[in-house]
């Protein structure tokens, strides 16, 4: 039913080269594909989970989206916080009319925009390509496994 | 306003409502009825148009008006609202759009329930979700109904309440007939004809000013009033502590409250994996970023054009301040430019609200169909009839915001939009983290966590001087104001994520490691989803 996928275009691999042979980790799950007779899918997802392949997909994820998440939320309120608390700060010019206040809000906007370009690229390049791999290695075998 | 303007901006709508109802018939001739049809479109779009979707289902009328208006009246604190709104975006794209696309189905209660016991979550999502949408509703259609009077001439409350009356047909119309797949190609011509609006207005307003923003600005705030304190925070939230923490606690609820919002997470089931999920949420950022960029330069346009005064004087809240602006850029009053241009802007409101407005009652018809409908009926219902039951909701909640629009008229639609976002912030918000991350989570601390933020959420509005207490409250009569704050996201919010967690140790019962260990597979690869 899926004419193209998406996680398989010719954009989401063309780039991985750069990224160095060690950058993708083997996506193999210990154990044997196939199905199994008498493991639940319950069982299969537990072992998925603990398989090594999974924890580096969710460590990889994790150390980018923990830091950038604590970053974005402190530089947002930190901001917000100043506007309120030191207006007299904010309202000292930069360059012309510009003053302080302004570059700061500008500044959101090109955080933001640099944050989302180094989320979508991160992915891309250490996520999407294990995590396909192990998104077919789990169906597989849950393929026929009872619930 | 001349006749002139109102024909052809009658014309304008007129050729809008045209379209989009050509598009939801046909997209609707050979439907199936499928709930995968009805809510999510079939997931067959690309990521650029569920992006473009995304975008129109976000940029509102408020948005649109509202905050190059209040930049226009208060130049640089209406600036921090759509550092708020974008910025908002980076919990979605971040924490939310890939798992909640591998975890769900169709709305936030599928995430939560795939963890937990179906029926409490399922009723607590529900509810939460159909409360936010009805209140973002009744705003958009209170902004409706003034708007459109507004911009046709008259300020009469008849030529409001049709206005809300049709708004609400016609809304119905899109939902229940063409489901998902026509509410998002309504979103996708909405932000298109958004953004060329937007963009020649922007364009216009930099060529007036020979691409100089210094000479921009300072013109801005010589025609202001207000002089150089224009351009610098303080002119709306600087005056008392309570102002300036009431602000901290608006802009808290904005950040958080858009991840929570109902019908931007049904906007992620209508793509074919969690890549293309991110892929429209990259997409929107694109959008939704340039946008408010360009709202800010027709703010301070508008006050330097137009001038704060005459903003002021045509409406209070600044709402006219985009289409004055229009007028003067155009050549002024009277001319042909100016007709033209402030016709468009008309339009192009007007097609904003009736998007915006079509894909809330969609999201909040899934809502009551998918999880109060299918949680409190009883056992051994009609199979397909999940569908029949999401047109009627849809039907029914249009009635509905037709009524609370025509009792709210006169209503702040500012408030009801903040108090929309501190309700998701409050308790969707807390109940999805919690369930995509946190491992012992249980169904007592999902259920907690929800009814934690949403009632703290609408007592302390009840209790705050929006309702009583003060000459501009809804109330101005009675006095039992408690809360000082008119925004409770400062407080709810937090509340929210500690019920959640006292639910969650004092429950218990033992998590169920499987069905962690399912979810987590599930957000992170997207095995199992459909």
């Not at chain 2, 604190?77 to 919990?91: E, I, Q, R, T």
């Given at each position: 039913?899926r ?8 954009s989401?691999?063309g ?31 537990l ?8 924890q ?24 917000v916080?100043?506007?309120?608390t030191a ?5 000292r010019p930069?360059a012309?009319?510009?003053?302080v ?9 090109l ?7 180094a989320?979508?690229r ?6 999407d390509?294990a ?11 849950t393929?026929?496994?009872?619930r | ?12 709508f007129?050729v ?18 499928s709930a995968e049809?009805?809510y ?17 289902d976000?940029?509102s ?14 130049g640089?604190?209406?600036?921090l ?16 759009a ?5 975890c ?18 399922r009723?607590?999502a ?8 009805v209140?973002?509703?009744?705003a ?37 007939l ?25 364009v ?6 020979h691409?100089?923003?210094?000479e ?19 002119l ?19 950040v ?16 074919p ?5 991110r ?18 330069v ?18 209070p809240a600044g ?6 602006l ?13 007709t033209?241009?402030?016709a468009?802007?008309a ?9 915006v ?15 109060l409908?299918?949680?409190l ?17 849809a ?6 915001a ?5 009792l ?13 976002f501190?309700?998701?912030?409050s308790a ?22 929800v ?26 009569g ?19 994520f ?9 429950a ?5 490691a499987?069905k ?15």
């Amino acid at each position: 039913m899926r004419l193209d996928d998406p996680w398989d275009d010719a954009s989401a691999s063309g780039w991985e080269e750069l990224d160095g042979a060690g950058g993708l980790a083997p996506a193999r799950v210990p154990g044997p594909a196939a199905p199994r007779d008498g493991h639940s899918a319950a069982d299969i997802y537990l072992e998925v989970q603990r398989s090594e392949a999974f924890q580096e997909v969710r460590r990889r994820y994790r150390r980018f989206v923990v830091p950038a998440t604590v970053a974005f939320l402190v530089w947002y309120l930190a901001y917000v916080v100043t506007a309120v608390t030191a207006p007299g700060l904010m309202a000292r010019p930069v360059a012309g009319a510009v003053n302080v206040a302004m570059v700061a809000g500008l500044g959101q906007f090109l955080t933001t925009f640099l944050l989302t370009g180094a989320y979508a690229r991160h992915a891309r390049l250490r996520r999407d390509r294990a995590a396909l791999d192990l998104r077919w290695e789990t169906q597989e075998m849950t393929r026929g496994a009872g619930r | 306003m001349s006749g002139h303007h109102q024909t052809l901006a009658l014309l304008l709508f007129s050729v809008f409502i045209a379209v989009t109802l050509a598009i939801t018939t046909w997209v609707s001739r050979n439907r199936h009825g499928s709930a995968e049809e009805f809510y999510a479109g079939g997931r067959l779009f690309s990521p650029m148009e569920n992006g473009f979707a995304i975008a129109g289902d976000y940029m509102s009328a408020a948005s649109f008006l509202g905050i190059s208006g209040l930049i226009a009246l208060f130049g640089y604190d209406g600036m921090l609202y759509s550092v708020g709104f974008l910025v908002a975006w980076l919990v979605v794209l971040l924490l939310v759009a890939e798992l909640v696309r591998n975890c769900g189905r169709f709305t936030l209660a599928d995430v939560v329930a795939a963890r937990m016991a179906e029926r409490p979550v399922r009723i607590a999502a529900g509810t939460s979700s159909v409360t936010v949408s009805v209140l973002y509703l009744v705003a958009q259609m209170v902004g409706a109904g003034s708007l459109v009077a507004l911009l046709l001439g008259g300020t009469s409350g008849a030529a409001r309440s049709w206005t809300v009356i049709g708004v609400g047909a016609l809304m119905v119309v899109y939902v229940s007939l063409g489901g998902m797949r026509a509410t998002t190609w309504i979103q996708i011509v909405k932000a298109v004809l958004l953004m060329a609006g937007t963009v020649t207005l922007t364009v216009l307003v930099l060529v007036h000013f020979h691409g100089n923003i210094n000479e921009l600005l300072h013109s801005a705030a010589g025609h202001s009033g207000y002089g150089k304190d224009f351009l610098s925070p303080g002119l709306r939230y600087g005056g008392s502590w309570t102002a300036r923490i009431d602000f901290i606690s608006l802009g808290l609820a904005l950040v958080l409250g858009t991840a929570g919002l109902p019908h931007i997470l049904s906007r992620f089931y209508t793509v074919p994996t969690a890549r293309a999920a991110r892929r429209s949420v990259v997409w929107s950022i694109g959008l939704i970023g340039s946008f408010y960029l360009m709202t800010i330069v027709l703010g301070f346009g508008a006050a330097a054009l137009v001038g704060t005064a005459d903003v002021r004087e045509s409406n209070p809240a600044g709402n006219t301040a985009v289409p004055l602006l229009a007028m003067v850029l155009g050549g002024g009053e009277g001319s042909t430019g100016g007709t033209i241009l402030f016709a468009v802007v008309a339009a192009v409101a007007f097609a904003t609200i009736l998007a915006v407005v079509a894909g809330i009652t969609l999201a909040s018809s899934a809502s009551v169909a998918h999880d109060l409908y299918a949680s409190l009926k009883r056992p051994g219902g009609k199979q397909h009839s999940e569908v029949a039951v999401a047109r009627v909701a849809a039907a029914g909640i249009g009635v509905a915001a037709i009524g609370l629009g025509l009792l709210a008229q006169d209503l702040n639609v500012a408030f009801l939009v903040g108090l929309a976002f501190a309700v998701a912030a409050s308790a969707n918000l807390p109940v999805l983290l919690y369930s995509l991350f946190w491992r012992n989570f249980t169904t007592r601390g999902a259920v907690w966590s929800v009814y934690g933020g949403l009632i703290p959420a609408i007592l302390l509005v009840l209790l705050s001087p929006v309702v009583s207490g003060s000459p501009a409250s809804l109330f101005p009569g009675a006095d039992f104001q408690v809360f000082p704050l008119e925004n409770p996201g400062l407080v709810s919010i937090p509340l929210g994520f500690l019920a959640g967690w006292i639910g969650t140790v004092t429950a218990g019962e033992p998590p169920d490691a499987a069905k962690h260990a399912e979810i987590e597979v599930r957000a992170m690869t997207g095995a199992g989803a459909v």
